[in-house]
């Protein structure tokens, strides 16, 4: 069966960073791309990042410049690196697996002073 498991979430101020990682089991790693998306009550779930089998990677636009998804196929992990984060990247971030639309669990993410 395939698990996702999220971990390095918390609290930071504003213009600080974290390191979020998605360990996977059940699955052949390097074969399959990798998500992460955020969201926060009442509004759509986005997708943050993704990178592919290949390591092409793609943002979306708010995050561009100060958030950093890799991979490391050796740990069966994905990470994703947040600089500068604003407190409007206040969320639940959750790590996605394509093929199925498999989900972790989610880890909370928030920016305050």
């Known amino acids: 069966q395939v698990q996702l498991v999220e971990s390095g979430g918390g609290l930071v101020q504003p213009g600080g960073s974290l390191r979020l990682s998605c360990e996977a089991s059940?699955?052949?790693?390097?074969?399959?791309?990798m998500n992460w998306y955020r969201q926060t009550p009442g509004n759509q779930r986005e997708r943050v990042a993704m990178?592919?089998?290949?390591?092409?990677?793609y943002y979306t636009d708010s995050v561009k410049g100060r958030f950093t998804i890799s991979k490391d196929n050796a740990k069966n992990t994905v990470y994703l690196q947040m600089n500068t984060l604003k407190p409007e990247d206040t969320a639940v971030y959750y790590c996605?697996?394509?093929?199925?639309?498999?989900w972790g669990q989610g880890t909370q993410v928030t920016v305050s002073s």
């Open positions: 059940g699955i052949l790693f390097s074969k399959h791309n």
């Open positions: 996605h697996l394509p093929q199925g639309n498999y």
């Open positions: 990178i592919s089998t290949g390591g092409s990677t």
